[in-house]
Nanobody
Framework: QVQLVESGGGLVQPGGSMRLSCAAS????????MGWYRQAPGKQRELVAA???????NYADTVKGRFTISRDNAKNTVSLQMNSLEPEDTAVYYC????????????????WGQGTQVTLSS
């Protein structure tokens, strides 16, 4: 089947930078949109950034100018470069992808990574 595996995350100081990466693997026919969501304690999961297969991007207002999403279609990966991190960025970050599986090419399904913790602390 298809799975998303994230890497990166951890503890970082305010003003610092961190890079998250996510690799999709398995029986993949096509990957449509990819993106990153986050969920802070007591809050709903929210979109951070998304990128289409053609490279068009969309960002949450709270991260515009600080975060950059990118993808490598040949490697089925998506990354999130996070700069000027703020305490409010503390959350579990989830990779998301809309993938058409080779097992059933008639429709896409949503896949999620396991989540990686990003904690801002001085």
């Amino acid at each position: 089947q298809v799975q998303l595996v994230e890497s990166g995350g951890g503890l970082v100081q305010p003003g610092g930078s961190m890079r998250l990466s996510c690799a999709a693997s398995g029986s993949i026919f096509r990957i449509n949109d990819m993106g990153w969501y986050r969920q802070a304690p007591g809050k709903q999961r929210e979109l951070v950034a998304a990128i289409t297969s053609g490279g068009s991007t969309n960002y949450a207002d709270t991260v515009k100018g600080r975060f950059t999403i990118s993808r490598d279609n040949a490697k089925n990966t998506v990354s999130l470069q996070m700069n000027s991190l703020e305490p409010e960025d503390t959350a579990v970050y989830y990779c998301h992808a809309e993938i058409v599986s080779a097992v059933d090419v008639t429709r896409p399904d949503d896949y999620w990574g396991q989540g990686t913790q990003v904690t801002l602390s001085s």
